[in-house]
């Protein structure tokens, strides 16, 4: 069953706006993943978190491992029309583990 | 860039046919993975494999099949399919080692079934 909560699930946002979305779990991960999927295409790894309260940054994005290794946070400064798309996180448990991934945050931008 | 290609990209279909979705990675990657994926939803793992030879189920109970016979080759098949089998199909692949997390995805297949 569904083992990662992501929220929002939804956000409408006019460009040039922040962003901020997480990802919450009952359980422990020793990896988090954030990854972006274009309409009608395949998810993309943007970033991907391997410590406790690392923080990592991508260009405009910006991501955090929780310190309770139970959640992630992922934020985008300003906006712009590409960032369009739908965001997942994932977590990873053990070294070789399968990863879970949550429903997906999708992210509309107003020109 | 990821090197991994999945067709037919759309496909159509009747109830009862036999449908052979494909998946080709030219990474080398040993691990390869199908998620199901309904609208709006997460991704479902239904099957994966550690390399030639491998078959693995996964979280999500599927009706179809896999084989791997080559390390660059991961075909899904499903023997008749059924209208509850409409869904989009996606492919994947993963690096060996400590790298194995990060999983490059093929552009879908949008499965249909009348």
């Known amino acids: 069953g569904q083992q990662l909560n992501q929220s929002p699930q939804s956000m409408f946002i006019q460009e040039g706006e922040d962003v901020s979305m997480n990802c919450t779990s009952s359980?422990?991960?020793?990896?988090w993943l954030w990854y972006k999927q274009d309409p009608g295409e395949g998810p993309v790894l943007l970033i991907a978190?391997?410590?406790?309260?690392e923080l990592t940054s991508n260009g405009r994005l910006t991501a955090q491992f929780g310190i309770t290794r139970k959640d992630s946070f992922l934020n985008i400064s300003a906006s712009i029309p590409s960032d369009v798309g739908i965001y997942f996180c994932?977590?990873?448990?053990?070294?070789?583990?399968?990863?879970?991934f949550g429903k997906g945050t999708k992210l509309s931008v107003k020109p | 860039e990821a090197d991994i290609y999945q067709t037919p990209r759309y496909l159509v279909i009747g109830t009862g046919k036999k449908i052979t979705l494909e998946c080709s990675q030219t990474?080398?990657?040993?691990?390869m993975y199908w998620y199901q994926q309904d609208p709006g939803m997460e991704l479902h793992l239904i099957h994966y494999?550690?390399?030639?030879?491998?078959?693995e189920k996964g979280d999500l109970s599927s009706e179809s099949t896999v084989s791997r016979i080559r390390t660059e080759h991961f075909p899904l098949t499903l023997e008749s399919a059924r209208p509850s089998h409409t869904s989009q199909y996606l492919c994947?692949?993963?690096?060996?080692?400590?790298?194995?997390?990060?999983?490059?995805f093929g552009s879908g297949t949008q499965l249909s079934v009348l």
């Open positions: 494999s550690y390399g030639v030879n491998s078959t």
């Open positions: 990474m080398g990657h040993d691990k």
């Open positions: 994947a692949s993963s690096p060996p080692g400590t790298e194995n997390e990060k999983l490059f």
């Open positions: 978190l391997y410590k406790a309260g």
């Open positions: 359980s422990i991960f020793n990896t």
């Open positions: 994932a977590g990873q448990r053990g070294s070789q583990g399968n990863l879970i």
